[in-house]
Structures are given as C-alpha cells and as structure tokens.
C-alpha cells in the first residue's frame, strides 16, 4: 500500500494533524460541529469533565463528558472551505496511521451533527423554532471536486436546476442527503432541504451595494417538493458536510436554529436563548 506523501497528509512535529491541531486521542466517536469558536464553551460548559481544550486558527477543541459520554465540540469557521478540512482531517485521524502514513484497512466510523443557526426560506418555518436538514441541495460546487458521485441524489439536483432556471455560470448545483441514522435520533424536529451557499451576500440573494446576480429564488423554490419536503433555509456549510460525510463513511447531520425568516421578515428577538435551548435538545438527543 503506497505512503501518503507530506504534502498530502501533513501532520506537525509533535504528531499533530495540520489545521485543527489534534492528535487522534482527543477526538471522540461523537462530535458536535459549530460554525462560531465561542460557542464551543457554550457547550462545553455544559460538560461534567473537560479532557482537552486545543485551540488553532478559527479550529477551537473541547473534548470531555455529558452524562458520562465523551463528546467533542470543534469549531468549524464559516463556509464549506472550512468543512473541507474539517471533515478530511477528522477522518484522517480517525482512519489514517500517522506512523505509517497508510490508511487503516479497519474505518472508524463518527458521528458528526452540525449545531447551527439559519434564515428560513418558508413562511411555515417559525423563528426560534429547530430545524434537522435532511437533504442539502449544494450551491457551492465542492462535490464536484472529487471523484465519488454514488452518494449524490441527481433527482432532486435536477428538478432545483430545471425549476430555478439555474445560470450555468453557477457552479452546478448538487444534493445529498443526511445519515438515516442521525435522522432517527431527531424524528422529533422539523424537517427540511437545506440551500448552501457559497457566500453570505449576493450568493444568498441579498443587495447591498453589489446586487446579487441570483433573481426570484424565493418565489421560484415555492413550487419545489421533494420526497414531502420543502426548501426551508438558507446557510453555508451543509452540503460539504453531508457530501464528504457519507463519501468517507461518517454519519452527518445538521440542526439549525431558525433565527430569521426570509419570507415573513421576522427576526428572533431572543437569539442567546434559542441557541442554548437548541444546545440542550442536541446534548440530551445524543
């Protein structure tokens, strides 16, 4: 089995894998994904004992116990940039000797939930209400940069690109859908397709002193249902997740708070507050 060269897999000289600067001890089976640094102490505070606290860039670390679980939170940064090397880390730590450089013939399998927060693209979609994305339609192209397409769903990107009048000059739009079995966790929330974008402003739609390039989405995404589902919310990091979870045989899922609607134009007026709420669903479901 050939070596995985320096440039490929790059671990530091104290055995660290790059970016997130973990050794494979300080990772648990379970790990919950949050966007925003501070709010891995959110959670972790919440946490009986704290084994780990490992900072580096955006990447921030705590690995201890919630009713004697091990659970890990890791700050992801924003974008599916950022999930790229998140999830590719984690799984070379979870299935990749670092002696070696060779990948383990046996793979570990974790648990990944992304805990965060949303704008709804539903009238139906209360603010301050939790929402489980059980497909993501990506708007973002990172799929496309690898060769694996046997987990993408080509239906439901079809019927986004032929019902939207998709630009060619977006990157094509692809669909995965979350782990069934941290669906079955959360059979309790609301469910919904998920839009990633690449971007915050024009790539979702909003005019500022660039306008967005992308016109009528809301109103052309009203027409589309899939497998009894909606398109319900806009973020950034969904579609990454769930494509390189399930091409490298990790479960994923992502839940958001829903602190804004698109349509309706409400805003939530206790935004702390549903965080933390949605914070204690998420620890006690797990």
């Not at 929330?189 to 809301?218: H, V, W």
Request: hydrophobic content about 35%; aromatic content about 8%; charged content about 25%.
């Amino acid at each position: 089995m050939n070596k995985l060269r320096d440039t490929e897999l790059i671990i530091t000289n104290s055995g660290r894998i790059y970016h997130l600067n973990l050794k494979k001890e300080e990772i648990a089976n379970d790990i919950i994904l949050v966007g925003d640094p501070n709010r891995v102490e959110q959670i972790s505070n919440k946490f009986e004992k704290i084994d780990f606290k490992i900072t580096h860039r955006e990447f921030i670390t705590h690995t201890g116990y919630y009713n004697n679980k091990k659970i890990s939170v890791i700050s992801s940064g924003i974008g599916t940039d950022n999930i790229d090397i998140v999830m590719n880390e984690l799984d070379a730590l979870a299935n990749i000797n670092f002696e070696t450089r060779q990948i383990n013939k046996i793979k570990r399998s974790l648990n990944i939930i992304r805990l965060g927060t949303s704008g709804g693209l539903n009238k139906k979609i209360d603010v301050d209400s939790f929402l489980v994305s059980e497909y993501a339609i990506g708007l973002d192209g990172l799929a496309h940069f690898y060769k694996n397409n046997d987990v993408l769903d080509e239906e439901l990107s079809k019927m986004f690109f032929n019902k939207t009048n998709w630009s060619k000059n977006h990157a094509s739009p692809y669909s995965v859908k979350a782990s069934n079995k941290l669906l079955n966790k959360f059979n309790n929330f609301s469910k919904g397709i998920t839009l990633t974008a690449t971007g915050f402003y024009g790539p979702q739609c909003r005019n500022m002193r660039l306008k967005s390039s992308i016109s009528d989405l809301e109103n052309l995404i009203e027409s589309i249902e899939y497998q009894g589902l909606k398109i319900t919310n806009f973020e950034m990091e969904t579609s990454a997740l769930y494509f390189l979870g399930r091409s490298l045989g990790h479960n994923t899922l992502t839940i958001c708070a829903i602190l804004a609607n698109r349509i309706s134009k409400k805003y939530s007026t206790k935004p702390i507050d549903t965080i933390d709420e949605l914070i204690n669903e998420v620890l006690k479901n797990l």
